[in-house]
C-alpha cells in the first residue's frame, strides 16, 4: 500500500504543478456535472404542474429552462476538459523530460529500464499516461463521487425507500468491479512487460537488420517477435475476456435500479404517496447514478492501473544516476592538463570493472591505454572525463577534485569522444557544430579543415547513422567536434577499431597533429597506437598492469612485454625499456592557430 501511495503521489505531481488550472478546471466540470441534476427536478415540476396541471405557458418557460441548462452545462464542460488538456499535454511534455534527463544520467549498463525498447516504452506509451489522468483518473473520480453523492441525496428526498433498494445493486457492482480490477492488476503488469518485450525486440532487430540478413536469420528473427506477439495477444485477450465476462454479469445487476424505481414508485403512485412527475424525476435520477457509478468505476480502474505505469516509471527515476553532483560546486577554470587517478573503484551491475586503479598524467602527455575487450578501458576513460563516478577514489585535474566542479565548465575543457561518433540526419555543419552551437561558420570550417575534412562541402547532407561515410569520415566529424570545443584534455575510445592499416595510420597522423599540447588518451587495442604516444599504460581485468607489461598474444614478445613497436618512417620507438615505458617522446606538430583553450 504504501508504495502504491507514493506511486500515486508521483505520476499525480506533474499534473498538479499546474494546481491552478486544475483547481479551475476540476470546478467549473463539477458546475457543469451538477448543472444537470436540476433537469430530473424540473421535469418533475412540467409534469405536475404543466401537463397536469394544464399550464401551457409554464411548460414553454420549462422546455427553454431545460434548453438553457443543457447548453449552460454542455459549455462548462467544454471549458474544464480545454483546460484538463492544456495541462495533460504540459504534464506528459514534463514526464518526458525528466525522464530523458535521468536517462542521460544512468551509466550505460547501470539499469535495464534504460535500454532500447524499455527506455522507449517509458517515454512514449508509459508516459503518455499522465494525459488520460489529468483528464480522469483520481480528479475525476472524486468529481463524480461527489455528484452521485448529491444525485442520491435528492433521489432520497424524493422517496427514501425506493432510493435505499434500488441503490442495492448498485453497491454490489461498485464491490465486483474494484475486486475485479484488483485481480487482473497483475496481469495488466503482464501485459505491459510483454509490450515492452516486442518494442525491444523490434529495435533490436530493426537496428541489427545487417546481422540478421548476413547470416540469413530473417525467419527465425521474424519468428521470434512473433512468439512475443502471440503471447502479448494471449494475456491481453485473456485479460479482456476475464474482464468481458464480470463485466456482463456486473452490467446485468446493474440495470436492477431502474425496474426496481418503476415497480416501487409506480406502486407509490398508484396509492397516492408519490406524484408522476416525482417518479419521472427519481426514475431519471436514479438512471443518473447508474450511469455516475459506471464512471466512477472507470475512473477506479484508471488509478489501478496509473499505479502499475507509475511504478515502470519509478524504475527509471529511483536508479542511481552515474554522477552524483555536490550542492556546492564552481567554474572550472583554465588548467594545464595534469590529470590523476587514485585509488578508483567502478562497479556496474555486479561486476567490478576498475579495481583499485591508480595513474598520474602530465600537461600536453600521449598515452596509450592498452588492453583487452573488457579490461575496462572505456569505464576508465568516462570516469577521467567525469561521465560517471567510481563507487571510491578521486579523479584530480590540475590537482584539484573533478568533483569540485560544475560539469558544464568541465566539458569545456576535457572530452571524450566514444568508439562509434553520433551522426544524425543533416548537413556536416550542423553535425559539427553539435558540439558548440555558438561557434561562426569560419570556426566550423577551421575544424572541419583540421581534422581532415577539408574536402567535404560543410553544407553536405548527412543521412543518419553515417551510413553514406566511412569509419574513418565518421572518426574525423567526431575529432572535428572536439576541435570545435577546443578542449585541454581529449580522450579518445579506440578510435581506429574497423580501420584499414592505411586508414589508420592516417588517422593517428591527425590525431598527433591535432594533439598540439593537449593532454591525450587514446584507449585501443591495436598496436601501432603506441607509435604515436609517449607513454603505454596496460589496463587488465579492471586493474593497471606492471610498468611495460603488454600480453604476449598481442605484443608478439617472448617474455610478454613489447620489445619494440614501430616502423621505417624514422618515427620508431623503443617501447618498454627498463620501466616499460616509452624511451622516445615524439614531438608533437603543431597548429598554426594556437594550442587549447577554454572553448
Known amino acids: 500500500m504504501k508504495e502504491s501511495l507514493r506511486a500515486l503521489r508521483f505520476i499525480y505531481g506533474y499534473p498538479l504543478r499546474y494546481r491552478g488550472a486544475m483547481i479551475v478546471a476540476t470546478v467549473t466540470m463539477l458546475a457543469g456535472l451538477l448543472s444537470s441534476i436540476a433537469v430530473p427536478l424540473i421535469i418533475r415540476v412540467a409534469i405536475d404542474a404543466g401537463v397536469l396541471g394544464g399550464d401551457p405557458r409554464l411548460l414553454l418557460a420549462i422546455a427553454l429552462g431545460v434548453l438553457a441548462i443543457g447548453a449552460a452545462s ?27 534527463r535521468k536517462l542521460l544520467q544512468l551509466g550505460p549498463a547501470d539499469t535495464a529500464e534504460a535500454s532500447g525498447g524499455r527506455a522507449l516504452t517509458r517515454l512514449i506509451s508509459d508516459a503518455v499516461f499522465v494525459r488520460g489522468l489529468t483528464n480522469g483518473g483520481l480528479l475525476e473520480l472524486l468529481n463524480q463521487i461527489l455528484v452521485t453523492a448529491v444525485m442520491y441525496l435528492v433521489a432520497a428526498f424524493i422517496d427514501l425507500r425506493t432510493t435505499l433498494v434500488a441503490t442495492i445493486p448498485l453497491a454490489i457492482v461498485i464491490i465486483g468491479n474494484l475486486t475485479v480490477q484488483g485481480r487482473l492488476q497483475k496481469v495488466f503488469v503482464d501485459v505491459k512487460g510483454q509490450f515492452t518485450n516486442l518494442l525491444s525486440g523490434v529495435g533490436e532487430s530493426l537496428s541489427n537488420i545487417g546481422v540478421v540478413k548476413s547470416f540469413g536469420r530473417e525467419d527465425a528473427a521474424s519468428d521470434k517477435l512473433n512468439k512475443i506477439n502471440e ?41 397516492g404517496r408519490l406524484t408522476v412527475g416525482s417518479l419521472v424525476a427519481l ?89 583487452p575487450t573488457g579490461s575496462g578501458k572505456s569505464t576508465l576513460l568516462h570516469t577521467l572525463a567525469r561521465l560517471r563516478d567510481p563507487q571510491s577514489g578521486v579523479v584530480t585535474y590540475d590537482g584539484v577534485d573533478a568533483g569540485e566542479y560544475d560539469l558544464e565548465s568541465i566539458r569545456h575543457q576535457v572530452v571524450s569522444l566514444p568508439q562509434r561518433q553520433w551522426i544524425f540526419e543533416g548537413t556536416l555543419e550542423e553535425n559539427i557544430r553539435f558540439a558548440r552551437p555558438d561557434a561562426t561558420p569560419q570556426e566550423v570550417a577551421e575544424a572541419a579543415r583540421a581534422a581532415g575534412l577539408g574536402e567535404f562541402s560543410l553544407s553536405r547532407a548527412l543521412a543518419a547513422n553515417a551510413v553514406d561515410l566511412s569509419a574513418g569520415e565518421r572518426q574525423r566529424v567526431g575529432l572535428a567536434r572536439a576541435l570545435l570545443v577546443n578542449p585541454t584534455v581529449l580522450l579518445l575510445d579506440n578510435p581506429t577499431a574497423n580501420l584499414d592499416a592505411e586508414t589508420e595510420a592516417e588517422l593517428l597522423d591527425t590525431i598527433k597533429r591535432l594533439q598540439h599540447g593537449r593532454t591525450l588518451i587514446i584507449a585501443t587495442q591495436q598496436l601501432a597506437v603506441t607509435r604515436y604516444v609517449d607513454r603505454v599504460i596496460t589496463l587488465k581485468s579492471g586493474a593497471l598492469m606492471p610498468a611495460g607489461s603488454l600480453p604476449a598474444t598481442e605484443a608478439g614478445g617472448t617474455d610478454g612485454q613489447v620489445a619494440q613497436v614501430g616502423g621505417t618512417d624514422g618515427r620508431v620507438a623503443q617501447v618498454g625499456g627498463t620501466d616499460g615505458q616509452v624511451a622516445r617522446p615524439l614531438a608533437p606538430v603543431g597548429l598554426p592557430d594556437g594550442g587549447p583553450g577554454n572553448g
Not at 459506471?294 to 554522477?323: E, K, W
Open 74 to 100: 454542455a459549455a462548462l464542460l467544454h471549458l474544464g476538459k480545454q483546460l484538463r488538456f492544456n495541462v495533460a499535454s504540459k504534464a506528459v511534455n514534463d514526464l518526458r523530460h525528466d525522464l530523458f
Open 231 to 271: 503471447e502479448l495477444s494471449a494475456r491481453r485477450g485473456s485479460m479482456k475476456t476475464t474482464y468481458s465476462r464480470w463485466e456482463a454479469i456486473l452490467n446485468v445487476i446493474g440495470a436492477l435500479p431502474t425496474p426496481i424505481v418503476l415497480w416501487m414508485g409506480g406502486s407509490a403512485v398508484v396509492d
Open 283 to 371: 426514475t431519471a435520477l436514479i438512471m443518473m447514478v447508474q450511469m455516475s457509478m459506471h464512471m466512477v468505476t472507470m475512473h477506479a480502474n484508471g488509478i489501478f492501473r496509473s499505479v502499475v505505469i507509475s511504478q515502470r516509471l519509478l524504475r527509471i527515476i529511483d536508479a542511481p544516476s552515474a554522477l552524483t553532483v555536490r550542492a556546492q560546486t564552481r567554474p572550472m577554470p583554465a588548467v594545464r592538463g595534469a590529470l590523476a587517478a587514485t585509488g578508483l573503484v567502478v562497479e556496474i551491475g555486479e561486476r567490478r570493472v576498475l579495481d583499485g586503479v591508480s595513474l598520474s598524467v602530465a600537461p600536453g602527455e600521449a598515452i596509450a591505454l592498452i588492453g
